[in-house]
């Protein structure tokens, strides 16, 4: 709000990979799990970029991963984010350790559950067979207050997986969210074969709006479904350079706000504009460098606007766009 009046930069929104761990491989899994044993970014280490950040101005943190529950002091994080620095706070999980869990969230204002369609569409996308627990964990969550937010993956082997989620997302009383595959810069062909084509994607987007429509608990406002649906250039070149010349001429690119007012911290400390380019473009690492210096170096990444489901929503809302208002706020008492 204060770059769209002022025209100053501050890391409104900022998601940190709290941990390169984790508990399950995902074959589509942009993170780098498993790496190392400890977490670079340790308790203090934490604690000062909390600090840092609330001094710039941040209102908004994700934890995510790897899987941000594997970490012990994890609840600690949560207590000095919420209640010591009085910032929203998300957290990301695969479900797993939800129930087993559910104490270390009291006090985070909502979670975000990977959730990839029914029992068989999902543990066919995550080739892992823990749909039951994670469907126990949601549950848990809900029962103890906690505002859930189910993120389904899109990808050719669970396509169909829309209608599942939407009925299921009533029943239960949770916000449902869908997003495209990513595939990196470059991607490797298992993930291009799971890649949905330009007229699948249409099709499905077109969907989640019609239920949407029939007032299902789906997240994302109308605007940011049109325009993914409407999205004209192919897959996976879907991201334009601020250097790529002229747009289509009859679709009007919401730019991306990535670097002005929001970033992400990988589980090593390196501060991108978003987690899509991580590990993908050249960036500076605030342990090394100073979270300041990292952040104002974030302008030379040359980024303009991609199709990306939670960065165009969370775009459409950083500069204001009352469609994205009107959508967060109907929808207010779930997060
Ligand atoms: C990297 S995970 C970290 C949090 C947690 N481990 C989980 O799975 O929810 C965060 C989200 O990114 C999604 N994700 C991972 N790889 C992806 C990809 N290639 N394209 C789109 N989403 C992806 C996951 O499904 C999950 O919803
Ligand atoms: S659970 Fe999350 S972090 Fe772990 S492999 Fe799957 S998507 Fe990646
Ligand atoms: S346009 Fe924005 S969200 Fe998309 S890849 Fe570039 S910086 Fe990331």
């Given at each position: 709000m204060?770059?769209?009046?002022?025209?100053?930069?501050?890391?409104?929104?900022v998601?940190?990979?709290?941990?390169n761990?984790?508990?399950?491989?995902?074959?589509?899994?942009?993170?780098?799990?498993?790496?190392n044993?400890?977490?670079?970014?340790?308790?203090?280490?934490m604690?000062?970029?909390?600090?840092?950040l609330?001094?710039?101005g941040?209102?908004?943190?994700?934890?995510t991963?790897?899987?941000?529950?594997?970490?012990?002091?994890?609840?600690?994080?949560?207590?000095?984010?919420?209640?010591?620095?009085?910032?929203?706070?998300?957290?990301?999980?695969?479900?797993?350790?939800?129930d087993?869990k559910?104490?270390?969230?009291r006090?985070?204002?909502?979670?975000?559950?990977?959730?990839?369609?029914?029992?068989?569409?999902?543990?066919?996308?995550?080739?892992?067979?823990?749909?039951?627990?994670?469907i126990?964990?949601?549950?848990?969550?809900?029962?103890?207050?906690?505002p859930?937010?189910?993120?389904?993956?899109?990808?050719?082997?669970?396509?169909?997986?829309?209608?599942?989620?939407?009925?299921?997302?009533?029943?239960?009383?949770?916000?449902?969210?869908f997003?495209?595959?990513?595939?990196?810069?470059?991607?490797?062909?298992?993930?291009?074969?799971?890649?949905?084509?330009?007229?699948?994607?249409?099709?499905?987007?077109?969907?989640?709006?019609?239920?949407?429509?029939?007032?299902?608990?789906?997240y994302?406002?109308?605007?940011?479904?049109a325009?993914?649906?409407?999205?004209?250039?192919?897959h996976?070149?879907?991201?334009?350079?601020k250097?790529?010349?002229?747009?289509?001429?009859?679709?009007?690119?919401?730019?991306?706000?990535?670097?002005?007012?929001?970033?992400?911290?990988?589980?090593?400390g390196?501060v991108?504009?978003?987690?899509?380019?991580?590990?993908?473009?050249?960036?500076?690492?605030?342990?090394?460098?100073g979270?300041?210096n990292?952040?104002?170096?974030?302008?030379?990444?040359?980024?303009?606007?991609?199709?990306?489901f939670f960065q165009?929503?969370?775009?459409?809302?950083?500069?204001?766009?009352?469609?994205?208002w009107?959508?967060?706020?109907?929808?207010?008492?779930?997060?």
């Amino acid at each position: 709000m204060r770059y769209k009046l002022q025209k100053r930069r501050f890391p409104a929104h900022v998601v940190i990979s709290v941990t390169n761990r984790c508990n399950l491989s995902c074959p589509y899994c942009f993170s780098r799990y498993a790496v190392n044993k400890e977490d670079r970014l340790n308790t203090e280490r934490m604690i000062s970029l909390i600090d840092e950040l609330q001094k710039k101005g941040t209102g908004y943190i994700n934890l995510t991963g790897g899987e941000p529950l594997t970490r012990r002091d994890i609840k600690d994080i949560i207590h000095y984010i919420t209640r010591k620095k009085g910032i929203k706070c998300s957290l990301s999980t695969n479900g797993t350790l939800l129930d087993e869990k559910i104490e270390v969230l009291r006090g985070i204002d909502s979670i975000n559950v990977s959730l990839d369609g029914n029992e068989e569409q999902h543990n066919r996308n995550r080739q892992s067979q823990q749909y039951g627990k994670i469907i126990k964990g949601i549950e848990a969550a809900l029962a103890n207050n906690i505002p859930v937010t189910t993120c389904t993956v899109l990808t050719k082997s669970n396509m169909d997986c829309v209608d599942d989620i939407a009925e299921l997302s009533k029943k239960k009383g949770f916000l449902a969210v869908f997003h495209l595959l990513r595939v990196g810069l470059k991607p490797n062909e298992d993930l291009l074969r799971q890649q949905m084509s330009r007229r699948e994607i249409r099709d499905v987007v077109q969907r989640i709006i019609d239920y949407k429509k029939a007032r299902y608990p789906i997240y994302y406002s109308n605007k940011t479904h049109a325009y993914i649906r409407d999205w004209p250039y192919e897959h996976p070149s879907c991201m334009l350079r601020k250097d790529d010349g002229q747009a289509e001429k009859n679709f009007k690119i919401i730019p991306c706000v990535c670097g002005d007012l929001s970033c992400f911290i990988d589980g090593e400390g390196s501060v991108y504009p978003c987690v899509i380019l991580s590990g993908q473009v050249k960036v500076l690492n605030f342990l090394e460098a100073g979270f300041e210096n990292a952040w104002n170096f974030l302008p030379h990444v040359r980024c303009r606007a991609c199709s990306f489901f939670f960065q165009t929503e969370l775009n459409l809302l950083l500069s204001l766009s009352p469609a994205a208002w009107k959508n967060f706020i109907t929808n207010s008492d779930r997060f």
